[in-house]
Every structure is written in structure tokens, then in C-alpha cells.
């Protein structure tokens, strides 16, 4: 027996639509893929800026060393006059202190504000 003609209509009709919802999970995997592709490259450039931010702290780090052994030289010339060996000490400290401070929180913020934009970025794709 042959086939009906609305059998035929129906076959059609499911073909359209499996045609259709593969177009459109087609069209969905190329947004994936490119959204992928733009975390990928924010990873890539977050990577980067974070292994700044530790070459910069490891600079920091040498510095406070290498003033360290300054104010242990200062002490030194100072000789007896100790009073004077603490006072400048101290300064070179505190100067210190605010010095790293005022670095460490700038570097702080770029790294949060850079998260922020890579978390919004994550988001937006979603």
C-alpha cells in the first residue's frame, strides 16, 4: 500500500521543524564558540597583567630590601650618635610605609577593576 499524501504532509512538516531546530542550535554553538573565543583572549590578558603585578611586587620587594640595607649603612656612618641613627630610622620607615602603601593599594585597584571587567564580560556572555 502506498503511502498517504497527509503522511507525506506530516513528514514534511517534522522535517521543517528538525531543520529549523538545527539551524538554530547551529546558530547558538557559533555564539558559544565565539564567546569562548572572548574569555579565552580576557584570561590571556588577565594572565599577563597578573604576572606584571608579581614582577612589579618582586621590584617592590627589592627595593624595601635594598633600603633596608641603606638605613642599616645610615646606622653604621651614625656611629655613636644613636639618637640621631633612630630618628632617621624612623623617618626612612614611616616614608617607606607610605611609600608601599600608596603602591600596593594601586596596584590593588587596577587588579579589582580588571576582575570586575572580566567578570562582567563572563556574565555577559551567559
Known sequence: MAPRRTDNLEMEK???KVRAKVKQLKAEMRKIREDQRCIREEQIKLTTRFEEIERQC???KQEVQMIAKQSAMT???????LVQAATLTRFLGKQMQTWLKSKMKKMIHRHQMQ??????LINSHK
Open 115 to 120: 576582575w570586575r571587567i572580566f567578570s562582567q
Open 14 to 16: 517534522k522535517q521543517l
Open 58 to 60: 618582586h621590584e617592590l
Open 75 to 81: 646606622r653604621l656612618k651614625m656611629g655613636g650618635d
